[in-house]
């Protein structure tokens, strides 16, 4: 008896599908929000069966307050990914910041001090 092949990228790409058609909404609905017009979106991971989807942002200024502004758009961000995905169920969308840069940028400052 033959193994049902299972499709182990399927969460991966519902992710990045769902990356980029929030970062439209984003850019298209949200454009008149000092906030959210200098989010980008870097990532994007898929939990629970697809039925959720961490999207990992990046804000240059005031991360506490894009946060906070992220959270209280989600609803509508959500609605307005459900007119936009061809799913039968749209997956939960939670806001994470993504502070790899800082991190990157710490690493490279101690490793200058190390040099001197």
Do not use: C, W
Not at 60 to 80: G, H, P, S, W, Y
Not at 91 to 115: C, G, H, K, S
């Amino acid at each position: 008896m033959l193994k049902k092949q299972t499709n182990s990228n399927r969460g991966e790409k519902i992710a990045s599908k769902v990356q980029t058609l929030v970062a439209q909404i984003l850019q298209h609905d949200f454009a008149d929000d000092s906030l959210i017009s200098g989010v980008s979106l870097v990532g994007a991971e898929s939990h629970g069966g697809m039925q959720f989807v961490k999207l990992f942002f990046y804000a240059r200024e005031n991360v506490e307050a894009t946060q906070k502004r992220l959270d209280e758009i989600t609803k509508m961000v959500r609605f307005a990914l459900a007119q936009k995905i061809n799913q039968k169920y749209v997956p939960e969308i939670r806001f994470v910041y993504d502070d790899t840069l800082e991190r990157a940028d710490r690493i490279e400052e101690l490793l200058n001090n190390l040099e001197k």
